[in-house]
């Protein structure tokens, strides 16, 4: 996680449906420092993290089930998110886990940072700023 001085950190933010809530709630603590970066996110859990935090640039993609979270995977995999924050529902079926296990693959293949919880999310955010 070496910073580049030619461009801000950036960090992905993915949520299923029933985390989306959490997530949110946690960006509102974190908000602060998440101005400091250059966010990327799921369509409808961008929509979401925004329109809590107006003042937040989310930059959103489509929703993950329509190819949101392959374009993730592809920033990650282009070297172009410096971590990933998704929040995971392990308790609910999921009908793109194919999708959902690919980004989970690419960002352990690509040696990022990655958080699927709170706990994890925080200690994330912690090394990043």
């Known amino acids: 996680m070496t910073p580049s001085s030619a461009r801000p950190r950036v960090l992905?933010?993915?949520?299923h449906d029933r985390m989306k809530d959490d997530l949110?709630?946690?960006?509102?603590?974190?908000?602060?420092?998440?101005e400091g970066l250059a966010l990327f996110a799921t369509g409808t859990t961008?929509?979401?993290?925004?329109?809590?935090?107006?003042?937040?640039?989310?930059t959103r993609l489509l929703s993950g089930p329509l190819g949101g979270d392959q374009q993730l995977g592809a920033m990650i995999?282009?070297?172009?998110?410096?971590?990933?924050?998704?929040?995971?529902?392990?308790?609910?079926?999921?009908?793109?886990?194919v999708?959902?296990?690919?980004?989970?693959?690419?960002?352990?293949?690509?040696?990022?940072p990655f958080a699927c919880n709170r706990a994890t999310a925080d200690a994330v955010m912690r090394a990043l700023v």
Do not use: Y
């Open 12 to 15: 992905g933010l993915v949520a």
């Open 24 to 34: 949110v709630d946690w960006a509102r603590g974190w908000a602060e420092r998440l």
């Open 46 to 58: 961008g929509a979401r993290v925004a329109e809590a935090l107006p003042g937040l640039e989310v």
């Open 77 to 97: 995999a282009e070297g172009r998110i410096d971590a990933l924050i998704f929040f995971v529902d392990p308790l609910s079926p999921h009908p793109h886990d």
């Open 99 to 112: 999708d959902v296990k690919a980004l989970i693959r690419v960002a352990t293949l690509a040696d990022i």
